[in-house]
Nanobody, 121 residues
Framework: QVQLVESGGGLVQSGGSLRLSCAAS????????MAWYRQAPEKERELVAR???????NYADSVKGRFSISRDNAKNTVYLQMNSLKPEDTAVYYC???????????????WGRGTLVTVAS
């Protein structure tokens, strides 16, 4: 089964740090772009950060200077280092892959199931 699996969420105090990881299943051998989205209660899902295969990145204004996205192409894994966390960062964080290639197949988009990040004030 093709999937993205996130890890690293949890409860942290305001000002603290967390590192999220997302790994694609072994049947995926290449991914064009990977991203992190988040969805807070009663809010729409929003893009947090995105990274291309060539490591070009873009960030939501709300996380610039605090979050850093990176990837390991050999492992088809993407990371999100979150520093100086604020209560408003509390959300379910979802991993996203765009242009994922498996044996004889290309997936336009894949989503993980999400990992909860809670920042206590």
């Amino acid at each position: 089964q093709v999937q993205l699996v996130e890890s690293g969420g949890g409860l942290v105090q305001s000002g603290g740090s967390l590192r999220l990881s997302c790994a694609a299943s072994r049947s995926i051998f290449s991914i064009d772009a990977m991203a992190w989205y988040r969805q807070a209660p009663e809010k729409e899902r929003e893009l947090v950060a995105r990274i291309t295969r060539g490591s070009s990145t873009n960030y939501a204004d709300s996380v610039k200077g605090r979050f850093s996205i990176s990837r390991d192409n050999a492992k088809n894994t993407v990371y999100l280092q979150m520093n100086s966390l604020k209560p408003e960062d509390t959300a379910v964080y979802y991993c996203n892959a765009q242009g994922a290639y498996g044996p004889g197949v290309r997936y336009l988009e894949l989503w993980g199931r999400g990992t909860l990040v809670t920042v206590a004030s």
